[in-house]
């Protein structure tokens, strides 16, 4: 059985009745159910929509969405990227609703219980459907690869910079910043 948007934003309504909190994404019509991630990954997740966000917000650049915000892919897929971009002119006005569009900055982060494999594939198609740049952040390796439409993988580690002139020139940040830090 096919499910479609409509299934999941039933599904989503009866499990906000039981007070129950789960992020799901459509592929290919089956639902993916994904409970909450690590704190460790979120916490850079966190960091990273700051460090866009105070790059992005004042010169008005365009939108930041977390992993709560779904997309509509032009496949009919609903995904939610861990952090996302969409420049101002294709999103004059955030709705409430899922995005019909593909993001044009996508990052997924490797949790815990995640197979890298898996997100390497997610991101490549998010490329494929659209997206400009697809990041992954690998916290068990301490690496941050970036994967361009033509094919390009940069993977950078310690204090390389991550910059995405294509989108955000100007901007960068060394990979080190990302990291959780150690209280001492």
Do not use: C, H
Not at 70 to 90: E, Q, Y
Not at 92 to 103: A, E, Q, T
């Amino acid at each position: 059985m096919q499910l479609t948007i409509k299934d999941v934003e039933i599904l989503q309504q009866n499990l906000a009745k039981e007070q129950e909190d789960y992020q799901i994404e459509l592929q290919e019509g089956n639902l993916l159910v994904m409970g909450p991630s690590d704190i460790q990954s979120s916490e850079i997740g966190a960091e990273l929509i700051r460090l866009l966000g105070n790059w992005i917000k004042p010169r008005k650049l365009g939108r930041i969405f977390d992993s709560s915000g779904g997309f509509i892919m032009p496949n009919t897929d609903l995904r939610a990227p861990d952090v996302s971009f969409v420049v101002a002119s294709r999103l004059k006005l955030s709705v409430r609703d899922f995005g019909n569009l593909v993001p044009d900055l996508v990052v997924e982060i490797k949790s815990k219980t995640d197979r890298i494999g898996k997100l390497e594939d997610k991101v490549k198609l998010f490329l494929e459907l659209g997206a400009k740049i697809g990041i992954l952040v690998n916290p068990d390796e301490l690496t941050v690869s970036v994967y361009r439409p033509n094919g390009d993988i940069e993977t950078l580690t310690g204090n390389d910079k991550l910059t995405i002139p294509e989108l955000l020139p100007g901007w960068e940040i060394e990979i080190s910043e990302i990291w959780p830090p150690v209280f001492e």
